[in-house]
């Protein structure tokens, strides 16, 4: 009798992991959650493979742009001039998505689609998104948004010291910027200057391979995101005509309205951050075997798995109703800070547990958690760190701004 039970337990087939608990995909309709599948398809099958080699080497896949080009998910959550459009709920699961698989990669993405596009779409005239956004979406020209510099990262909207001058129809740009995303390679940065005639902040379009006085080098030895290539840029006499303007940003409350939409996708990014390590946990506790059974038998490793997927779950319920309200046109600064800095906190206790969960093995590159652990500490501190969304949030909730 004992030997049938010991026999029934070694042939049942055991459950794959799944870190959609409680079954959020259904709330995707039926085309959406074909979007999100294929893209779900193209991470596992594509980069997959191949991204922990060009994690380890700071290396971005190149080779990997024509295929994701063939996604068409060029300007999702943005509506016409070319972009793929869809609701917010459904851009955050494939951010989610792309994430699960590498955070850097939804990284790129998000740069690129959200901060870059977002900044034209939210803050640039008709005729500039008519001229951008179509290149964009079909991921010809591919975008980075420079706001963060070296002397100023946390208190941007407190004062940049990059600066603007008018003279007649061109600005000239000086300062630097640190820490741009896709800047080592990409075609154009959105850069965030302050206006010396009225001191406010202004966004600027400048085409990186032909503006002479635009020059930026890559930033070396990342331990976190290492897939991005991010970039020192200085800008020294950049001269850039006034139809490169952003023609509706005309302070930092323009710039704050995209981080406000980039804030939160920064979570379903942490969300999926969060499940890829999560799923290759539950794999690796199945199969490992210490005192002769597999790890996942025991219950202090269960109680690892059951937290994490409580984060996982809690950091998905959050990001879809906050979807909802984004859709309805009801997001605020606040509620996308609560989001950041709620799921960005989970986030590094998940990836943490799954680590911890594969032992020494949980500190090499190859058995897949390590990356996730490490690209966490970069999701917690950019787009605003943990404590400037607290602050954000604390300063709705009580009245009084405790930034200084
Ligand atoms: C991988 C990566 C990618 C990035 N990509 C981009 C990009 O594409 N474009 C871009 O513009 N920027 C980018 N950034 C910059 C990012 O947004 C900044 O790093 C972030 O805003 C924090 O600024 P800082 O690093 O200068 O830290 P600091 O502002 O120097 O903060 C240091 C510490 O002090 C704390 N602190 C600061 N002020 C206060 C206060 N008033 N009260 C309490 N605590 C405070 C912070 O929370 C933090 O813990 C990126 C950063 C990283 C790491």
New binding site residues.
Partial sequence: MATATKDTQQTKALPAPNSDFYQLAETLNAEELALVKKVRAFMEAKVAPIITKYWADDAFPFELIPAFRELNIGGLGLQGYGCKGGSQKLFGFVMMELARIDPSFS?FFG?HDG?AMGSIYLDGSEEQKQKWLPQMARLEKIG?????EPL?????AGGLMTTAKREGDTWILNGE???????PWCDLSIIWARDLADNQVKGFIVENKTTPGFSVEKIEH?I??KV?Q?GHITLKDCRVPEANRLQGGNSFRDTARVLRMTRFMVGWMATGCQMGAYENAVVYAQQRQQFGKPIGSFQLIQDLLAKMLGNITASQCMLLRLADLDDAGKLTDQHAALSKGFTTARTRETVAWARELFGGNGIVADYNVARFFADSE?LY????????QN?IVGKAVTGFS???
Avoid: P
């Fill in positions: 990284t740069v901060l980075c948004f420079g706001l963060t100023v990262g946390s208190g941007a910027k640190r820490w741009i995303g896709n800047a990342k976190a995101l991005v991010n970069a501190s950019y787009e605003g760190t943990f404590q400037m602050l405790a930034f200084v």
